[in-house]
């Protein structure tokens, strides 16, 4: 029978010389990966192949496929939530402060498609890796922290109407930007729009835009 090598001794291996760089191309080319063919159809070979490494060196920083994937996830919600921290909204207006937040998840999913679908995936899949990511619920408070603080002032000052959820509030935002990547193929050939046009896009993008103001409008 053929020898195999386990895991735990491929974690066994000397230290790469540069571990930061490595684990970072890694997780980039994973991303990539899982996005394209999600958790089953995805190959180690592949992402060891573009970034001229190795299974091995997969396995010690990861363990196995299924922790390389939960390290993509985590990273892909730390990349987003970190960019929205950057928006620095808690001194604008606050109406300002949500059509900026509204174009900024719309500009993201369109800069980012692979998260798109790598939260499609975890979702055909049950969401069952998600689950084992401990820190992704607190990670992701922050968003639901901002848009609660938006909320209350907006509602304040008379802007917002009063009592609404900021969780509800990030569903529609997140769904109204994802439908335009997720759905760009099916919706754009059954009634013949090319969702990839930037004409297009930045119609959309008005309307995502407007749609949720109109919504959180007192008089709504």
Not at 44 to 56: H, K, P, Q, V, W
Request: glycine content about 6%; aromatic content about 10%.
């Amino acid at each position: 029978m053929p020898r195999t090598e386990s895991p735990d001794k491929w974690r066994a291996m000397r230290k790469p010389k540069a571990p930061g760089k490595s684990r970072s191309d890694i997780l980039a080319a994973a991303a990539d990966e899982f996005a394209r063919h999600g958790f089953n159809g995805s190959r180690l070979e592949a992402i060891a192949a573009r970034t001229r490494t190795t299974r091995a060196m997969i396995y010690y920083y990861f363990r196995n496929r299924e922790g390389l994937y939960r390290a993509v996830l985590e990273e892909a919600y730390r990349d987003i939530r970190t960019a929205e921290a950057e928006l620095d909204l808690a001194h604008m207006e606050p109406v300002a402060a949500m059509r900026r937040l509204v174009e900024f998840v719309f500009d993201y999913y369109q800069r980012n498609p692979s998260f798109v679908a790598l939260v499609v995936a975890e979702n055909q899949a049950g969401g069952r890796h998600i689950h084992k990511v401990h820190r992704m619920q607190s990670l992701n408070v922050s968003i639901i922290g901002t848009l609660r603080d938006i909320l209350d002032r907006g509602a304040a000052a008379g802007r917002f109407r009063p009592g609404l959820d900021a969780v509800d509030v990030h569903l529609a935002i997140s769904a109204l930007g994802f439908f335009q990547i997720a759905n760009r193929h099916t919706f754009g050939y059954i009634f013949r729009r090319d969702f990839a046009k930037p004409k297009q896009i930045a119609q959309h993008r008005k309307l995502v835009v407007d749609v949720v103001l109109g919504y959180l409008a007192p008089n709504c």
